[in-house]
Protein backbone atom coordinates (compact mmCIF):
# COMPACT_ATOMS: atom_id res chain seq x y z
CA UNK A 1 0.00 0.00 0.00
CA UNK A 2 1.54 3.67 -1.06
CA UNK A 3 0.87 6.16 1.12
CA UNK A 4 1.64 9.66 -0.19
CA UNK A 5 3.15 12.55 1.55
CA UNK A 6 0.93 16.20 1.44
CA UNK A 7 2.30 19.36 1.77
CA UNK A 8 1.09 21.83 4.41
CA UNK A 9 -0.86 24.88 3.76
CA UNK A 10 -2.49 27.50 5.84
CA UNK A 11 -5.10 29.00 4.53
CA UNK A 12 -6.18 32.99 5.31
CA UNK A 13 -9.71 33.52 6.37
CA UNK A 14 -11.72 36.96 6.41
CA UNK A 15 -12.48 36.81 9.92
CA UNK A 16 -8.42 36.74 10.65
CA UNK A 17 -8.20 33.15 11.49
CA UNK A 18 -5.98 30.29 9.83
CA UNK A 19 -7.51 26.99 7.80
CA UNK A 20 -4.45 24.65 8.56
CA UNK A 21 -4.01 22.03 6.25
CA UNK A 22 -1.87 18.98 6.43
CA UNK A 23 -1.05 17.57 9.55
CA UNK A 24 -4.52 15.98 10.25
CA UNK A 25 -6.88 15.20 7.47
CA UNK A 26 -10.01 17.65 8.21
CA UNK A 27 -13.96 16.66 7.76
CA UNK A 28 -16.23 19.10 6.38
CA UNK A 29 -19.74 18.05 7.21
CA UNK A 30 -22.49 18.38 4.53
CA UNK A 31 -25.71 20.62 5.53
CA UNK A 32 -27.84 20.28 2.84
CA UNK A 33 -30.84 22.53 3.39
CA UNK A 34 -33.04 21.36 0.27
CA UNK A 35 -35.75 19.41 0.53
CA UNK A 36 -35.13 17.49 -3.04
CA UNK A 37 -31.57 16.36 -1.79
CA UNK A 38 -30.16 13.03 -3.18
CA UNK A 39 -28.50 11.84 0.12
CA UNK A 40 -31.18 12.96 3.04
CA UNK A 41 -34.43 13.61 1.43
CA UNK A 42 -34.59 16.68 2.55
CA UNK A 43 -34.81 16.22 6.46
CA UNK A 44 -32.82 19.53 6.99
CA UNK A 45 -34.99 21.66 4.98
CA UNK A 46 -36.61 23.08 8.12
CA UNK A 47 -33.88 25.82 9.18
CA UNK A 48 -34.41 25.06 12.53
CA UNK A 49 -33.97 21.27 12.27
CA UNK A 50 -30.81 22.50 9.99
CA UNK A 51 -28.98 24.36 12.73
CA UNK A 52 -29.70 21.65 15.39
CA UNK A 53 -28.08 19.47 12.80
CA UNK A 54 -25.20 21.94 12.33
CA UNK A 55 -24.60 21.85 16.17
CA UNK A 56 -24.89 18.00 16.57
CA UNK A 57 -21.80 17.57 13.58
CA UNK A 58 -20.15 20.30 15.38
CA UNK A 59 -20.39 18.17 18.63
CA UNK A 60 -19.71 15.28 16.70
CA UNK A 61 -15.75 16.79 15.66
CA UNK A 62 -16.91 17.80 12.42
CA UNK A 63 -14.09 21.24 11.02
CA UNK A 64 -16.00 22.73 8.87
CA UNK A 65 -19.88 22.98 8.20
CA UNK A 66 -20.85 23.48 4.08
CA UNK A 67 -23.94 24.26 3.69
CA UNK A 68 -25.95 24.37 0.62
CA UNK A 69 -29.44 25.49 -0.48
CA UNK A 70 -29.65 24.44 -3.68
CA UNK A 71 -29.41 20.59 -5.33
CA UNK A 72 -26.71 20.03 -7.98
CA UNK A 73 -27.43 16.27 -8.04
CA UNK A 74 -27.22 15.33 -11.75
CA UNK A 75 -30.05 16.86 -13.68
CA UNK A 76 -31.66 19.16 -10.69
CA UNK A 77 -33.24 21.86 -12.09
CA UNK A 78 -31.27 25.03 -10.91
CA UNK A 79 -32.36 27.24 -8.34
CA UNK A 80 -33.14 31.29 -8.28
CA UNK A 81 -30.19 32.99 -6.09
CA UNK A 82 -33.83 34.83 -4.14
CA UNK A 83 -34.90 31.47 -3.28
CA UNK A 84 -31.87 29.43 -2.60
CA UNK A 85 -31.09 32.21 -0.38
CA UNK A 86 -33.82 32.32 1.37
CA UNK A 87 -33.05 28.81 2.21
CA UNK A 88 -29.53 29.00 3.31
CA UNK A 89 -29.86 32.87 5.41
CA UNK A 90 -32.18 31.54 8.14
CA UNK A 91 -29.60 28.95 9.00
CA UNK A 92 -26.98 31.28 8.77
CA UNK A 93 -28.59 33.83 11.62
CA UNK A 94 -29.39 31.02 13.35
CA UNK A 95 -25.80 29.73 13.60
CA UNK A 96 -24.05 33.00 14.60
CA UNK A 97 -21.95 33.30 17.38
CA UNK A 98 -22.96 29.13 18.13
CA UNK A 99 -20.57 27.54 16.50
CA UNK A 100 -16.80 27.58 16.59
CA UNK A 101 -16.11 26.05 13.46
CA UNK A 102 -15.84 27.63 10.04
CA UNK A 103 -18.79 27.59 8.14
CA UNK A 104 -19.11 27.34 4.07
CA UNK A 105 -21.22 28.08 1.55
CA UNK A 106 -21.88 25.67 -1.13
CA UNK A 107 -22.78 27.89 -4.12
CA UNK A 108 -21.89 29.22 -7.06
CA UNK A 109 -23.87 32.64 -7.31
CA UNK A 110 -22.31 36.08 -5.93
CA UNK A 111 -25.53 37.17 -4.77
CA UNK A 112 -25.60 33.95 -2.21
CA UNK A 113 -22.31 34.13 -1.56
CA UNK A 114 -22.04 37.73 -0.64
CA UNK A 115 -25.08 37.16 1.47
CA UNK A 116 -23.51 34.17 3.40
CA UNK A 117 -20.24 36.11 4.04
CA UNK A 118 -22.27 38.29 5.33
CA UNK A 119 -23.86 36.20 7.69
CA UNK A 120 -20.68 34.67 8.76
CA UNK A 121 -19.25 32.21 6.36
CA UNK A 122 -15.65 32.10 5.46
CA UNK A 123 -15.69 29.69 2.59
CA UNK A 124 -17.44 29.32 -0.60
CA UNK A 125 -18.00 25.90 -2.22
CA UNK A 126 -18.23 26.49 -6.05
CA UNK A 127 -19.09 23.41 -8.05
CA UNK A 128 -18.49 25.41 -11.10
CA UNK A 129 -15.18 26.45 -9.95
CA UNK A 130 -15.86 29.99 -10.77
CA UNK A 131 -16.91 29.75 -14.06
CA UNK A 132 -20.71 30.03 -14.05
CA UNK A 133 -21.51 33.38 -12.81
CA UNK A 134 -18.97 35.80 -13.71
CA UNK A 135 -19.64 38.26 -10.71
CA UNK A 136 -18.49 35.51 -8.46
CA UNK A 137 -14.48 36.06 -8.45
CA UNK A 138 -14.74 39.82 -7.82
CA UNK A 139 -17.22 38.87 -4.14
CA UNK A 140 -14.72 36.30 -3.26
CA UNK A 141 -11.43 38.74 -4.34
CA UNK A 142 -13.27 41.65 -2.25
CA UNK A 143 -14.62 39.52 0.87
CA UNK A 144 -10.82 37.91 1.36
CA UNK A 145 -12.98 34.68 1.55
CA UNK A 146 -11.51 31.56 1.06
CA UNK A 147 -12.78 29.24 -1.99
CA UNK A 148 -13.34 25.68 -3.23
CA UNK A 149 -12.74 24.84 -7.15
CA UNK A 150 -14.51 22.19 -7.86
CA UNK A 151 -13.98 20.17 -11.71
CA UNK A 152 -16.94 19.75 -13.55
CA UNK A 153 -18.02 20.01 -16.98
CA UNK A 154 -21.28 21.72 -18.19
CA UNK A 155 -24.50 22.17 -16.48
CA UNK A 156 -26.19 19.81 -13.85
CA UNK A 157 -28.63 18.46 -16.28
CA UNK A 158 -26.27 18.04 -19.46
CA UNK A 159 -22.96 16.94 -17.39
CA UNK A 160 -23.25 13.45 -18.17
CA UNK A 161 -23.18 14.26 -21.89
CA UNK A 162 -19.51 15.45 -20.78
CA UNK A 163 -18.04 12.54 -19.50
CA UNK A 164 -15.85 11.65 -21.82
CA UNK A 165 -12.17 11.55 -21.36
CA UNK A 166 -8.96 9.67 -22.42
CA UNK A 167 -7.24 9.81 -19.31
CA UNK A 168 -9.85 11.56 -16.61
CA UNK A 169 -6.85 12.46 -14.44
CA UNK A 170 -4.68 14.02 -16.81
CA UNK A 171 -8.27 16.41 -18.40
CA UNK A 172 -9.07 17.00 -14.78
CA UNK A 173 -5.82 17.90 -13.76
CA UNK A 174 -5.30 20.56 -16.80
CA UNK A 175 -8.70 21.85 -16.51
CA UNK A 176 -8.37 22.41 -12.49
CA UNK A 177 -4.65 24.10 -13.54
CA UNK A 178 -6.76 26.48 -16.17
CA UNK A 179 -9.38 27.14 -13.58
CA UNK A 180 -6.82 28.35 -10.96
CA UNK A 181 -5.30 30.72 -14.00
CA UNK A 182 -8.63 31.75 -14.39
CA UNK A 183 -9.22 32.88 -10.70
CA UNK A 184 -6.01 34.40 -10.29
CA UNK A 185 -6.44 36.67 -12.92
CA UNK A 186 -9.47 37.66 -11.14
CA UNK A 187 -7.80 38.75 -8.25
CA UNK A 188 -8.55 35.78 -6.03
CA UNK A 189 -5.56 35.06 -4.46
CA UNK A 190 -4.61 31.60 -4.86
CA UNK A 191 -3.12 31.49 -1.31
CA UNK A 192 -7.11 31.10 -0.38
CA UNK A 193 -8.00 28.93 -2.86
CA UNK A 194 -8.22 24.25 -2.02
CA UNK A 195 -8.87 22.22 -5.26
CA UNK A 196 -11.99 19.78 -5.52
CA UNK A 197 -11.51 16.93 -8.41
CA UNK A 198 -15.18 17.00 -8.10
CA UNK A 199 -16.42 12.91 -7.79
CA UNK A 200 -19.42 12.32 -9.54
CA UNK A 201 -19.52 15.53 -11.51
CA UNK A 202 -19.25 14.83 -15.28
CA UNK A 203 -17.77 11.37 -14.51
CA UNK A 204 -19.29 8.13 -15.14
CA UNK A 205 -18.44 5.65 -12.10
CA UNK A 206 -15.33 4.22 -13.51
CA UNK A 207 -13.72 7.75 -13.79
CA UNK A 208 -14.64 8.89 -10.50
CA UNK A 209 -12.74 5.66 -9.04
CA UNK A 210 -9.73 6.36 -11.57
CA UNK A 211 -9.51 9.81 -9.89
CA UNK A 212 -9.42 8.34 -6.08
CA UNK A 213 -6.77 5.58 -7.14
CA UNK A 214 -5.09 8.49 -8.86
CA UNK A 215 -5.62 11.24 -6.39
CA UNK A 216 -2.01 11.70 -5.60
CA UNK A 217 -0.99 13.12 -9.05
CA UNK A 218 -2.97 16.44 -8.16
CA UNK A 219 -0.67 17.77 -5.83
CA UNK A 220 0.88 18.64 -8.49
CA UNK A 221 -1.23 21.45 -8.86
CA UNK A 222 0.38 23.17 -5.76
CA UNK A 223 -3.23 23.07 -3.72
CA UNK A 224 -4.52 21.56 -0.65
CA UNK A 225 -7.43 18.87 -1.92
CA UNK A 226 -10.87 18.21 -0.90
CA UNK A 227 -12.65 15.08 -1.70
CA UNK A 228 -16.10 14.49 -1.49
CA UNK A 229 -17.16 10.85 -2.25
CA UNK A 230 -19.86 10.61 -0.35
CA UNK A 231 -22.87 8.85 -0.60
CA UNK A 232 -22.50 9.57 -4.42
CA UNK A 233 -23.69 6.72 -6.88
CA UNK A 234 -20.73 5.62 -8.22
CA UNK A 235 -19.71 3.26 -4.91
CA UNK A 236 -22.92 0.89 -6.23
CA UNK A 237 -20.21 -0.11 -9.32
CA UNK A 238 -18.88 -1.84 -6.10
CA UNK A 239 -21.79 -2.58 -3.61
CA UNK A 240 -24.83 -3.14 -6.76
CA UNK A 241 -28.14 -0.68 -6.22
CA UNK A 242 -28.59 0.89 -2.61
CA UNK A 243 -30.68 4.11 -1.32
CA UNK A 244 -27.91 7.13 -0.44
CA UNK A 245 -28.20 6.51 3.19
CA UNK A 246 -27.12 2.23 2.81
CA UNK A 247 -23.94 4.01 1.16
CA UNK A 248 -21.76 4.53 4.31
CA UNK A 249 -20.02 1.64 4.13
CA UNK A 250 -18.47 2.01 0.85
CA UNK A 251 -18.05 5.44 1.60
CA UNK A 252 -15.52 4.84 4.15
CA UNK A 253 -13.93 2.73 1.44
CA UNK A 254 -13.43 5.82 -0.84
CA UNK A 255 -12.58 8.23 2.47
CA UNK A 256 -9.79 5.86 3.27
CA UNK A 257 -8.10 5.85 0.12
CA UNK A 258 -8.42 9.55 -0.22
CA UNK A 259 -6.77 10.22 2.97
CA UNK A 260 -3.86 7.32 2.32
CA UNK A 261 -3.35 9.60 -1.00
CA UNK A 262 -2.94 12.76 0.74
CA UNK A 263 -6.66 14.33 0.85
CA UNK A 264 -6.57 17.48 3.14
CA UNK A 265 -10.14 17.45 3.94
CA UNK A 266 -12.97 15.49 3.21
CA UNK A 267 -16.46 16.11 3.05
CA UNK A 268 -18.84 13.87 4.05
CA UNK A 269 -22.73 13.23 5.63
CA UNK A 270 -22.21 10.86 8.26
CA UNK A 271 -19.82 13.07 10.59
CA UNK A 272 -19.17 10.82 13.57
CA UNK A 273 -18.22 7.71 11.65
CA UNK A 274 -16.24 9.38 8.59
CA UNK A 275 -14.53 11.03 11.62
CA UNK A 276 -13.32 7.25 12.76
CA UNK A 277 -12.59 5.90 9.51
CA UNK A 278 -10.25 9.12 9.07
CA UNK A 279 -8.39 8.97 12.55
CA UNK A 280 -7.86 5.17 11.54
CA UNK A 281 -6.31 6.19 8.31
CA UNK A 282 -4.50 9.50 9.48
CA UNK A 283 -3.13 7.30 11.91
CA UNK A 284 -1.91 4.61 9.25
CA UNK A 285 -0.08 7.77 7.76
CA UNK A 286 1.98 8.37 10.53
CA UNK A 287 3.10 5.09 11.50
CA UNK A 288 3.79 5.12 7.37
CA UNK A 289 6.06 7.95 8.48
CA UNK A 290 4.96 10.48 5.71
CA UNK A 291 3.31 12.97 8.37
CA UNK A 292 3.88 14.26 11.74
CA UNK A 293 -0.01 13.25 13.03
CA UNK A 294 -0.53 13.80 16.96
CA UNK A 295 -2.20 10.75 18.00
CA UNK A 296 -6.01 11.03 18.45
CA UNK A 297 -8.07 9.74 21.33
CA UNK A 298 -11.63 9.05 21.50
CA UNK A 299 -13.05 11.65 23.78
Excluded: C
Aim: without cysteine; proline residues 6%; aromatic residues 4%.
Amino acid sequence: MRVTPRPSFDIPLPNGDTLRLGERTLVMAILNVTPDSFADGGQHADPDRAVEHALAMEAAGADLIDIGGESTRPGAVPLSAAEELARVAPVFRGLARRVRVPLSIDTYKADVAEAALDLGATIVNDISALSYDPALPGVIARTRAAVILMHTRGRSRQMYQEAHYDDVVREVSAELRERLRSAGDSGVPLSRVLLDPGIGFAKRAEHSATILARLAELHALGRPLLVGPSRKSFVQRATGERPPGARDWATAAAVTAAVLAGAHVVRVHAVAEMIDVVRMADLIRRDAGVDQVKEQRPT
